[in-house]
C-alpha cells in the first residue's frame, strides 16, 4: 500500500512538473513572438545596400552608403510597432523613409523589390504616378538620398515588419527623384 501512495505522489508530481513545463514553454513562445527580430546583421546590411544601388545604377543614380545612426533609427521604430501590434503607419521623423510588411524573413533585397516594383507608375515625363503607388520608388532613387539605415522586426501575427529611412530624405513636391 505504501508502495501505491509513492507511485501516486510519483506521478502527482509528475504531472505537476509536466503542466510547469507546458505553461513555460507556451510563455516562451509568448514572450518570442513579441521580441524584436534580431539586429541584421552586416550581411543584410550589405544585402539592403546592395539592391538600393542596382535599383539606382539602372537610372543613372550614385550609390548609398550605409549609416549606422539610421540603422539604429529604423530599428528603435521597428521596435515600437510591436507594442502597436505592428499597424502599418509611417514614423513622422526626419529622415525619408520606405516601410513594408510581409511573411517570413523578408530580406533586404526582397523589401526593396516591392519598393521597386513600383517603377512601373512611376512616368518621368509628368513626374508623377500614373496607375498605382509609386512614392516608394522615388524615394529609393533619389538622387539627393546618400545614407540608407535598414531594419526589421517579427510581429506577434507572423509579419515581418521592415523600415528603412534614408538621409536626406526625398519625395520634394515639383522635385524629380533623379
Given at each position: 500500500?505504501?508502495?501505491s501512495?509513492?507511485?501516486?505522489l510519483?506521478?502527482?508530481?509528475?504531472?505537476?512538473?509536466?503542466?510547469?513545463?507546458?505553461?513555460?514553454?507556451?510563455?516562451?513562445?509568448?514572450?518570442?513572438?513579441?521580441?524584436?527580430?534580431?539586429?541584421?546583421?552586416?550581411?543584410?546590411?550589405?544585402?539592403?545596400?546592395d539592391?538600393?544601388?542596382?535599383?539606382?545604377?539602372?537610372?543613372?543614380?550614385?550609390?548609398?552608403t550605409?549609416n549606422?545612426?539610421?540603422?539604429?533609427y529604423?530599428?528603435?521604430?521597428?521596435n515600437?510597432?510591436?507594442?502597436?501590434?505592428?499597424?502599418?503607419?509611417h514614423?513622422?521623423?526626419?529622415?525619408?523613409?520606405?516601410?513594408?510588411?510581409?511573411?517570413?524573413?523578408?530580406?533586404?533585397?526582397?523589401?526593396?523589390?516591392?519598393?521597386?516594383?513600383?517603377?512601373?507608375?512611376?512616368?518621368?515625363?509628368?513626374?508623377?504616378?500614373?496607375?498605382?503607388?509609386?512614392?516608394?520608388?522615388?524615394?529609393?532613387v533619389?538622387?539627393?538620398?546618400?545614407?540608407?539605415?535598414?531594419?526589421?522586426?517579427?510581429?506577434s501575427?507572423?509579419?515581418?515588419?521592415v523600415?528603412?529611412?534614408?538621409?536626406?530624405?526625398?519625395?520634394?513636391?515639383d522635385?524629380?527623384?533623379?
Amino acid at each position: 500500500m505504501m508502495r501505491s501512495q509513492k507511485m501516486s505522489l510519483n506521478n502527482e508530481a509528475s504531472t505537476k512538473v509536466l503542466l510547469v513545463g507546458q505553461m513555460l514553454m507556451v510563455m516562451m513562445v509568448i514572450a518570442t513572438a513579441a521580441k524584436p527580430f534580431p539586429t541584421d546583421n552586416k550581411s543584410s546590411h550589405k544585402a539592403y545596400l546592395d539592391a538600393h544601388n542596382a535599383v539606382r545604377a539602372k537610372v543613372g543614380v550614385g550609390p548609398m552608403t550605409w549609416n549606422k545612426t539610421l540603422e539604429d533609427y529604423a530599428q528603435k521604430y521597428a521596435n515600437s510597432r510591436l507594442s502597436n501590434k505592428c499597424e502599418f503607419e509611417h514614423s513622422g521623423g526626419p529622415y525619408g523613409e520606405n516601410l513594408c510588411e510581409g511573411y517570413g524573413e523578408m530580406p533586404g533585397e526582397q523589401a526593396v523589390k516591392y519598393w521597386a516594383d513600383e517603377k512601373s507608375h512611376y512616368d518621368y515625363a509628368s513626374n508623377s504616378c500614373v496607375g498605382g503607388e509609386c512614392g516608394h520608388y522615388t524615394q529609393l532613387v533619389w538622387r539627393n538620398s546618400v545614407q540608407l539605415g535598414c531594419a526589421r522586426t517579427m510581429c506577434s501575427n507572423g509579419w515581418m515588419f521592415v523600415i528603412c529611412s534614408y538621409y536626406p530624405p526625398g519625395n520634394y513636391l515639383d522635385q524629380r527623384p533623379y
